[in-house]
């Protein structure tokens, strides 16, 4: 794993670990309640940067890397998606896949039935973003190997997400005069960047290949690097 260190709260910081291969993060105890909104901007936009590399498949017996126990798959619910994490039974900390933390923090969704039917429009087959086998829309809604229903990135959610960490990250670190003009024009920037993802031919051409969420994640990685810049 490679350590990642991150700006928390009240000018602390927090080192977390990544392993880019396997697309997973490991969480010491409550470090991911610690982070600074910079910080989980930053990990949603690596997570964004990570989607379309091949995947490493996860060991079929995962230990903990402060106590070497096995660690305990642990299955939980956010709202109506469910999600999973391998947990140390000491209280060492938890592994969590970048798929189930983005579940977890209610990113991700199955698509409705008029979602499956445009998308059926657009493209024939669709890669499952949880495990990589391809999915037949004609004949299946989710799949057929690890039984995730098709599901794509919430975009309404992440406009949110990010519109909300922009605007606390620029309360904490001063108060600006123009704060208010500033904050007005980063949220119509990004309502109208992420209402243009899905009416790109590109976007359903990466939608097809890659995964859903994927294409999703790619996009919005690709506006933070545009806003950041």
């Known amino acids: 794993m490679t350590a990642l260190t991150l700006e928390a709260h009240l000018g602390t910081t927090v080192t977390i670990d990544l392993c880019a291969p396997c697309q997973a993060f490991w969480?010491?105890?409550?470090?991911?309640?610690?982070?600074?909104?910079?910080?989980?901007?930053?990990?949603?936009?690596?997570?964004?940067?990570?989607?379309?590399?091949?995947?490493?498949?996860?060991?079929?017996?995962?230990?903990?890397?402060?106590?070497?126990?096995?660690?305990?798959?642990?299955?939980?619910?956010?709202?109506?998606?469910?999600?999973?994490?391998?947990?140390?039974?000491?209280?060492?900390?938890?592994?969590?896949?970048?798929f189930d933390f983005l579940r977890e923090k209610d990113f991700i969704r199955p698509l409705s039935p008029q979602q499956l039917d445009e998308l059926r429009q657009n493209i024939q087959m669709v890669n499952c973003s949880n495990c990589g086998a391809p999915i037949d829309l004609a004949t299946a809604s989710s799949c057929t190997h690890c039984g995730s229903p098709v599901s794509m990135l919430d975009m309404k959610q992440a406009e949110q997400m990010v519109t909300q960490l922009q605007q606390a990250d620029l309360h904490a670190q001063s108060i600006d005069p123009t704060l208010a003009l500033q904050l007005e024009r980063a949220k119509r920037e990004v309502e109208a960047s992420f209402a243009s993802f899905q009416s790109d031919a590109d976007w359903w051409q990466h939608?097809?290949?890659?995964?859903?969420?994927?294409?999703?994640?790619?996009?919005?990685?690709?506006?933070?690097k545009k806003a950041a810049g």
């Open 207 to 224: 939608a097809s290949s890659a995964g859903l969420v994927e294409a999703g994640l790619t996009a919005v990685a690709r506006w933070l």
């Open 27 to 98: 969480f010491d105890q409550r470090e991911s309640l610690q982070l600074r909104p910079g910080s989980t901007l930053r990990l949603f936009r690596l997570i964004g940067d990570q989607a379309s590399s091949p995947r490493v498949a996860l060991s079929n017996v995962l230990r903990c890397p402060h106590c070497g126990s096995r660690l305990l798959p642990t299955h939980d619910r956010q709202r109506n998606t469910p999600f999973r994490y391998w947990r140390c039974d000491h209280g060492h900390g938890r592994l969590i896949t970048f």
